[in-house]
């Protein structure tokens, strides 16, 4: 029996890409209990609040709410408890090296599943001032009035 293809997504945090301009991305797994897993296998996930840190040469992921399992007992985790994230420790050493330059945060991009992990992407992110934010909000409606020309245009 095979390990399923393809990554299946559980959580995405769009108010990263809206906040800030992610620089780089990183690969990293979760340290999780087993009801947690079942809970993140029926989508129940938020990472909107969340942020990352890196304490003693370890990475945690604060704010990360995974509901408690519906058919869950006393095994069930507090939902909003600190979970820790698996990289290697020369990645750690890379992103606390690039961290140390003013204006740098690493966030959580997005929760998914890999075959049966459940892994998390992790960004390197410089926050944006409102006059960025306003370029791309300007930029999305360029694109999508230019969409809809297209689409009135197509169909005579």
């Known amino acids: 029996m095979g390990k399923a293809t393809g990554n299946r997504i559980i959580a995405n945090n769009k108010k990263a890409y809206h906040d800030y301009f992610i620089e780089d991305k990183y690969e990293a797994g ?9 809970s993140l296998r029926m989508g129940k996930c938020s990472i909107k609040e969340s942020f990352v840190r890196i304490e ?14 519906e ?8 939902p909003l408890r600190v979970k820790k994230l698996l990289l290697h420790r020369e990645e750690i050493r890379k992103v606390e090296r690039k ?15 890999k ?8 960004g390197i992110a410089r926050g944006k001032k409102l006059y960025d934010k306003r370029q791309d909000i300007a930029k999305k409606d360029q694109k999508r009035e230019a969409q809809r020309e297209f689409k009135v245009k197509g169909q005579w």
């Open 56 to 69: 003693r040469g370890e990475v945690f992921i604060y704010g990360m709410h995974i509901s408690p399992y």
């Open 115 to 122: 075959g049966s992990l459940v892994k998390v992407e992790i």
């Open 99 to 113: 961290l140390a330059e003013k204006g740098l945060t690493l966030v959580p991009l997005q929760v998914y599943f």
């Open 71 to 78: 058919k869950g007992n006393i095994f069930n985790k507090d």
């Open 30 to 38: 979760v340290s999780l209990a087993g009801t947690e897993v079942k």
